[in-house]
């Protein structure tokens, strides 16, 4: 069998593109030949499964009122059950959880990753090695989305927010015995237009690091 390594995030796991200039399709999603999900399955090769489980607005653990089935805690247990059995499971999440309708700090995100490792760390659906996860730290909200269309939506303090999101994540992964990496840290750039989805060059640097890192990690 194939090794199975479940990709578990928000619009940048799912592919979603604020520009239709970056995006080959001229759509709203980047396709095949993009998103690092895919790139990632072609680095890797026929021995690897690379499984998108990426969804728009998803958080850690916070339930949004204008967003059904967007709490990633409620999910992750059917769905790494759907997938078994699991070898590597990636966690890319933090930017939604910035929202200020959450009125939640960068610590307390910090906190609800944390949940979300020991909750997946407790399913049964490894594959023999057990509970192998690595959490992703995503890039830094950029001030220019204070200008932006959708500044009314996220609020004025996601950049600030997510500014802190990896320090945090960092401590927990450590405490808890998981794998860590800091996309912002790797250059994994952002668009010009709201400033927190990945660029047509943000997914393929993404995808080339874990590339690297993956083979290592199984």
């Known amino acids: 069998m194939k090794k199975h390594i479940l990709c578990f995030g928000d619009?940048?796991?799912?592919?979603?593109?604020?520009?239709?200039?970056?995006?080959a399709d001229g759509?709203?999603?980047?396709?095949?030949?993009?998103?690092?999900?895919?790139?990632l399955q072609?680095?890797?090769?026929?021995?690897y499964l690379v499984i998108e489980e990426?969804?728009?607005?998803?958080?850690?653990?916070?339930?949004?009122?204008?967003?059904?089935?967007?709490?990633?805690?409620d999910y992750l247990v059917p769905c790494l059950g759907s997938h078994e059995p699991v070898d590597l499971l990636i966690v890319m999440?933090?930017?939604n959880d910035t929202k200020d309708r959450f009125a939640a700090s960068a610590g307390c995100i910090g906190e609800a990753?944390?949940?979300?490792i020991q909750k997946a760390q407790s399913t049964i659906c490894w594959s023999s090695k057990g509970p192998n996860i690595l959490v992703i730290a995503p890039p830094p909200i950029g001030d220019g989305m204070l200008t932006?269309?959708?500044?009314?939506?996220?609020?004025?303090?996601?950049?600030?927010?997510?500014?802190?999101?990896?320090?945090?994540?960092e401590a927990q992964c450590r405490l808890l015995g998981v794998c860590f990496l800091d996309a912002g840290a790797l250059g994994c750039e952002f668009n010009q237009i709201d400033y927190m989805h990945l660029t047509r060059r943000g997914h393929a640097r993404l995808?080339?690091?874990?590339?690297?890192?993956?083979p290592q990690m199984l």
């Open 11 to 23: 619009s940048n796991t799912h592919g979603f593109c604020a520009d239709p200039m970056d995006c």
């Open 148 to 169: 932006s269309s959708v500044m009314p939506i996220m609020g004025l303090d996601c950049p600030a927010k997510s500014r802190e999101l990896a320090k945090y994540y």
């Open 93 to 95: 999440l933090g930017t």
């Open 42 to 47: 072609k680095q890797l090769g026929d021995g």
């Open 27 to 39: 759509g709203n999603r980047f396709n095949e030949s993009e998103r690092w999900t895919c790139l």
């Open 207 to 214: 995808a080339d690091e874990l590339g690297k890192r993956i």
């Open 113 to 116: 990753m944390a949940r979300l």
């Open 54 to 73: 990426g969804l728009g607005g998803r958080t850690t653990c916070f339930s949004d009122p204008l967003q059904e089935g967007a709490c990633g805690l």
